[in-house]
């Protein structure tokens, strides 16, 4: 099973519509969540931490359920420009070394 | 702006080349971070390094080793490149706690012949 499991999309969605993306990880001690954005033929870029709370910044809001083991993203108001790949990220703590596990990324169009 | 820099952004070399990957950041991170980027397969780690001079490898290292001499400095190196190692590399630093999460640099997308 891999650490970090995502829908790859494509999610084709008209502008102005609310989309969400789930991902789930196996590992039930992780401990700091992100979600990234990547346009094409570029670098994966942070788009937000996932806070127990739940977070929100403008149209996203992310949010993370630890018992069930999964992040949510919620792009609301979906614009031209929210075409990208969303990458779910997670740091696993049963290394002595915190790094990243990414997610292989879902897949957003959005069109007018 | 902080930045992390690759030396290049596109690169061919020939079969059995040895080929230098160069990243420079100037945020004064102490970790970096090398990947490789497949379609379908995502980012997979291929070493790492938390300090001067040390280094880990990471999910794939066959065929690739590094080189860390000064802290903004991380170096990847293909031995003895192949076909199946053409892909996108990406190169990344962040603090030692990654809860700030890995600034990546702009990525160099390398074809060997």
């Known amino acids: 099973r891999k650490e970090v499991e995502q829908d790859p999309g494509p999610f084709n969605v008209p502008e102005g519509a609310t989309v969400a993306f789930n991902c789930t990880y196996s590992n039930s001690a992780s401990q700091s969540f992100f979600w990234y954005r990547q346009d094409c033929r570029k670098e994966p870029k942070l788009l937000m931490s996932?806070?127990?709370s739940g977070n929100e910044d403008g149209r996203f809001t992310a949010q993370l359920n630890r018992a069930s083991q999964y992040i949510s993203l919620l792009i609301r108001d979906s614009k031209l420009s929210d075409s990208a790949t969303y990458l779910c990220v997670v740091s696993p703590m049963n290394t002595g070394f915190q790094k990243l596990v990414f997610g292989t990324g879902t897949r957003l169009l959005v069109s007018p | 702006d902080v930045k992390v820099t690759q030396s290049s952004r596109y690169l061919v070399k020939r079969t059995g080349e040895k080929v230098f990957l160069e990243c420079v950041q100037d945020?004064?991170?102490?970790?970096m971070f090398w990947y490789r980027q497949d379609p379908g397969l995502g980012l997979r780690l291929i070493y790492f390094?938390?300090?001067?001079?040390?280094?880990e490898k990471g999910d794939i290292p066959e065929g690739y080793s590094v080189s860390r001499e000064k802290k903004e400095r991380f170096s990847l190196i293909l031995e003895s490149a192949s076909t199946n190692q053409t892909s996108m590399y990406l190169c990344?630093?962040?603090?030692?706690?990654?809860?700030?999460?890995?600034?990546f640099g702009s990525g160099t997308r390398l074809t060997v012949v």
């Open positions: 945020m004064d991170h102490e970790n």
């Open positions: 990344a630093s962040s603090l030692p706690a990654p809860n700030y999460g890995y600034t």
């Open positions: 390094s938390y300090d001067v001079k040390m280094k």
């Open positions: 996932v806070y127990s």
